[in-house]
């Protein structure tokens, strides 16, 4: 039966920082670190009156903005934007942005991976990037009430105009929000056949504790905590102690989900409806 010692906990607060241009950088999931063959992850610091200046090159570039500097700014496609809480870009290959931290520090989760094959892309056109922020995201909670997400990437969201989030399937992520008392079912991620590997795919936690299970095992998971979880592992995640905020991430986004528990709620997801009275619209995940 797996165990909590099959999947990977890495505690983004004591890693090793690294000084690099823009500040500090802390890698907190790679293939060597966890074995993420599809995803590395870092933990950036971006001093006061410094800039970091992610260059897409052959890669997509998700940067999302965890805590904000007082007067930082993002700069992306000739537009500069605030750089607060839960905003960033998403970057499809030779892309750039600049990040700017102005009276105090910025920090980022920087999520990098390669361009996935055609057959992952379904004839999708892998572009353009985009910069987000959470009043442009779509808000979605699932049928318990007890979650709330909010995608920065994921190209089955369709926005209030008819358009796909995101066009290419190299990364879903995105915010996640836990009621007390909220959990995930218990379930797994296995592969495709475009993607037989199956994805990478971790948790970030910011705010509030959580406790992660994985068959009878369980860990305390605090702000700042990192878990990867191999393809195929099982596992569900509560709120512990109070509400739950953490950021979900697979890559590339081609994968299959069997759900283990026997929960009537919280399997279906719901677009937040757009006047108070309005019809809820259900989320296609398809």
Same mark, same amino acid.
């Given at each position: 039966?797996?165990?909590?010692?099959?999947?990977?906990?890495?505690?983004?607060?004591?890693?090793?920082?690294?000084?690099?241009?823009?500040?500090?950088?802390?890698?907190?999931?790679?293939?060597?670190?966890?074995?993420?063959?599809?995803?590395?992850?870092?933990?950036?610091?971006?001093?006061?009156?410094?800039?970091?200046?992610?260059?897409?090159?052959?890669?997509?570039?998700?940067?999302?903005? !965890?805590?904000?500097?007082? *007067? $930082? #700014?993002?700069? %992306?496609?000739?537009?500069?934007?605030?750089?607060?809480?839960?905003? /960033?870009?998403?970057?499809?290959?030779?892309?750039?942005?600049?990040?700017?931290?102005?009276?105090?520090?910025?920090?980022?989760?920087?999520?990098?991976?390669?361009?996935?094959?055609?057959?992952?892309?379904?004839?999708?056109?892998?572009?353009?990037?985009?910069?987000?922020?959470?009043?442009?995201?779509?808000?979605?909670?699932?049928?318990?009430?007890?979650?709330?997400?909010?995608?920065?990437?994921?190209?089955?969201?369709?926005?209030?105009?008819?358009?796909?989030?995101?066009?290419?399937?190299?990364?879903?992520?995105?915010? !996640?929000?836990?009621?007390? *008392? $909220? #959990?995930?079912? %218990?379930?797994?991620?296995?592969?495709?056949?475009?993607?037989?590997? /199956?994805?990478?795919?971790?948790?970030?936690?910011?705010?509030?504790?959580?406790?992660?299970?994985?068959?009878?095992?369980?860990?305390?998971?605090?702000?700042?905590?990192?878990?990867?979880?191999?393809?195929?592992?099982?596992?569900?995640?509560?709120?512990?102690?109070?509400?739950?905020?953490?950021?979900?991430?697979?890559?590339?986004?081609?994968?299959?989900?069997?759900?283990?528990?026997?929960?009537?709620?919280?399997?279906?997801?719901?677009?937040?409806?757009?006047?108070?009275?309005?019809?809820?619209?259900?989320?296609?995940?398809?």
């Amino acid at each position: 039966m797996p165990t909590i010692d099959d999947v990977s906990i890495i505690n983004s607060n004591t890693a090793e920082a690294k000084p690099v241009d823009s500040g500090l950088a802390r890698v907190i999931c790679s293939d060597s670190l966890c074995g993420s063959k599809n995803l590395t992850v870092y933990r950036r610091t971006v001093s006061e009156a410094r800039t970091f200046e992610p260059e897409a090159g052959d890669d997509y570039h998700l940067v999302y903005v !965890m805590a904000a500097s007082k *007067g $930082g #700014s993002i700069s %992306y496609n000739g537009e500069t934007h605030p750089a607060e809480e839960g905003a /960033g870009t998403l970057l499809v290959p030779r892309e750039t942005a600049v990040f700017e931290a102005a009276g105090s520090d910025l920090e980022l989760l920087h999520m990098v991976t390669p361009k996935p094959p055609a057959a992952i892309e379904e004839g999708m056109s892998g572009g353009p990037g985009y910069f987000f922020n959470r009043q442009t995201l779509r808000p979605l909670s699932d049928a318990s009430g007890g979650r709330v997400r909010r995608f920065c990437a994921e190209s089955s969201v369709i926005l209030l105009d008819g358009s796909r989030l995101t066009s290419t399937n190299a990364i879903q992520a995105g915010e !996640m929000h836990y009621r007390e *008392g $909220g #959990s995930s079912p %218990y379930h797994q991620h296995v592969g495709t056949d475009a993607n037989p590997d /199956g994805a990478a795919h971790c948790y970030m936690t910011f705010k509030g504790q959580g406790i992660v299970e994985v068959g009878d095992t369980s860990q305390e998971l605090e702000p700042g905590t990192l878990v990867y979880f191999p393809p195929g592992v099982p596992h569900r995640l509560r709120a512990h102690n109070g509400s739950l905020d953490y950021f979900e991430i697979q890559a590339w986004r081609s994968f299959q989900t069997n759900i283990l528990s026997e929960e009537k709620l919280g399997l279906r997801w719901y677009y937040a409806p757009e006047m108070p009275d309005a019809e809820r619209v259900e989320w296609n995940q398809s």
